[in-house]
């Protein structure tokens, strides 16, 4: 079965498709980053150790190099680690420096004079497997805008999918100074649920030891803040799409279109209300018919019967009847007006964007 | 030193001054020049032209705030984006300090970028970062004459030493490279202004002008206040007997040729750009692939056959192959380079309107 066919068994009766996005090529920067700092650092390490004036510093000393090349790695690793509150950036570095010695040791080279060559080799390698899996994984992500529903697709290995209504989301978009210069951003489309919505987190805490060598005192205080945030993973946002603002603005049409508006929700209040005006018109009639039923079999029982019932009868429904003609009216009254304020708003508005423009 | 005469007294403190304007309308006019390239690009590269933009506004931004700092303004709003930028001060200040932040905002964007490019060049050991003093000036060092004679000596060193850095610059060299892409960087973000498809108005070196002019003519008396600052300072070096004065100046000198050199390899590769777009396919690509590879294959060839112009050399054919090849495509590829009818048949008709001539002439003559 093709990719297209199946696409399109998925889809539901009647809908169709506005937009098929993937990713920007540079919306994954920051991935893309760790493996552009591994390439430069490479680069400038084998230029010092092997060109540079600086070159006798390293000399004769394996180890030497290996240790200098880990060290920054990890350093940067846990100052990006810090910065970014992810851990997983320090243990990738140290994940590369730790292979590079293990991949050292079974060649057994630690001894020989293959450090300068192989480090700049070994982290430029490192690089590009680390630039084709940020490829592949931009690539594995596929939103799809349609007009019933947002479907966001993704995962290589494990396929995650999610569908969301236009109806109740509210869309919250980010657009960085890369993506302002390439046209890209990351729309979150925020659920009641909580999809789209992640926490900050600010923690303190302080203590105190006081007391000499045979009593001690310890005292710990902190405290949390805690923040909700429009954030959230790759899979469950449109991340990095081109062109950001047209997307924006189509995803905002397709909500104000499903959200019903406050003309709308007067006008659906209306319909209700008329609804059951008729139905107890439609029940008074009822009663009238059966009463008038009634009334003609007397009739053909007792034809000489006074005719006071029959007035009685209209008396007791009549004000009913009227009553219930009476709130159609009105409601009806009440439904022209708004159409035709609504119809003076529009014509306002019209004019203002024709001032404008 | 002779004495104190009128030259000394009025004229000389005026003589760096001079020299720093002429610099710096140089400069506008590079300035100038990218902004017409940038603008004819735009509608083909529009990330670069943003990039460019953010550049400019990033440096703008920047001084703006640096003025609001300096005048103790404080910040309360700083914004940035790729085509709007805006500070605001926590306290609005008027008179000198609104003036000085102004100063910051108008004259900044100019000379910061130069002044990163400087800082990199230290640490680079570029020399000719130091004041010249010819020795058939001495005596006369403080006069209109002397002053700008040191002044030109300085910039003339420093010139001499840092184009002989840059046609000596090692591209192999991470310092050396990194140098050259914050020119390029920098050179393309020296107040290009807005330019874009939103243009709402004329930005160009007119406008410039007519800021600086307005903010001078807003309050000429801040302007009198400057000179007389000047004028007791450079009083001061003379009374001192030190070039303390001469020395500020040279360091925009300085500042500004960085910034021309920036401006002109800016516009190169923007003219390069500007002149691939007319290549059609991906024949468009092979400049910018004949960059690196010619110079990666000439310095591997050097590496083999050491030459004391190893350096040099490369960084020539790199040069030179890259205008070859792009001529060479823009002749093959595109009819850039032809005429709108053949030469042949022109020669032709040429050759028989001179035969007809030749006949018409012997008639008369019989």
Redesign the interface.
Known sequence: MTKKKKEKEEFLENELIEKSLSPHPLSFMKLQSLCLFLIIWGVVLGWLVNFSEYKTLFSGNEWFILLAWGLVLLLVGVIASLIVIRWTIFFLYLGVFVSAIAFMIWQNWLNKDVAPVFIPFYSVAVSIIGFLIVEIYRRSHQYIITNLRIILMSGFLTKTELSIRYDKITVFGKQGILGQIFNFGTIIPITQSGLGLGTDQTLAAGGLMLGGKKAKLLGIAGGGKEVQTPRTRSSFELHGVHPYREIKNLIEKLVQESVPTAYHQEQVAFQKQQVDLQKQMRDLLKIQTKETNKKSAQDAEMPDEPEDEEEELEEYVEPEQNNVQKQMKELLKKQSELKETEKIEEENEDENVEEKS | MEGYSIDIVIFAPLAPILGVLLFWFIQLLFIQSEKYLLEKISHKH??LC??TN?LGILFQTICHAMGYTVTKSGISDFFI??DYGKVSPKKERTGLFEWIANVFLFIGPFFIPAFLLLISLIFLKVEGLELVIPSHIIGTEYSFGGQITIFGSSLYNFSEKFYGFLINIDL???GHFGFLLLLIFLGMGIRPSYIGEKKHEKVDMLYDLKNIWSLISFKPLYIIILFILAYLFFHLSVLLNQFWYVELFSIFGWLSIISITALIIADAIILLIKITDKIPGKSRFIPYITIPSTYVLTRMFFFYFPSDFTKIASLSIMILSTILITFLILKYKTKKFNTKTGMKPLRGKDDEEKKGKRRISRKRTD
């Open positions: 529009e990330p943003r990039f953010f984006s790729v192999l060299h991470p």
